[in-house]
């Protein structure tokens, strides 16, 4: 059976956490790279990943949503995402 506390804490870390994140970070390598009219090609790069990055978020949602997240998935997602905010707060 489904665990529906997994899935909505999930849904919460990404929505109400990576998301905003992902766009604010997005919109700054923009405000770089519109700044900066030279800007390097790292911050194209990092703006591809970004992006590819937020598809993903968006998939994960998309699949929560279609319920085709299965329990050990959800409890998988939802540690790899809580330790990647970890690492990225801890720089």
């Not at 405000?31 to 970004?50: F, H, P, Q, R, W």
């Not at 994960?60 to 995402?81: P, R, T, V």
């Amino acid at each position: 059976k489904m665990d529906k506390k997994c899935i909505k804490k999930l849904k919460d870390l990404i929505q109400n956490v990576v998301l905003p994140d992902v766009e604010d970070y997005i919109d700054d390598i923009f405000e770089e790279i519109t700044d900066n009219k030279n800007a390097s090609d790292d911050n194209s790069k990092e703006l591809e990943d970004m992006q590819e990055m937020r598809k993903e978020f968006q998939a994960i949602l998309k699949d929560i949503e279609n319920d085709d997240l299965d329990q050990d998935e959800c409890a998988e997602l939802f540690d790899e995402i809580s330790l990647m905010i970890k690492e990225e707060e801890s720089k």
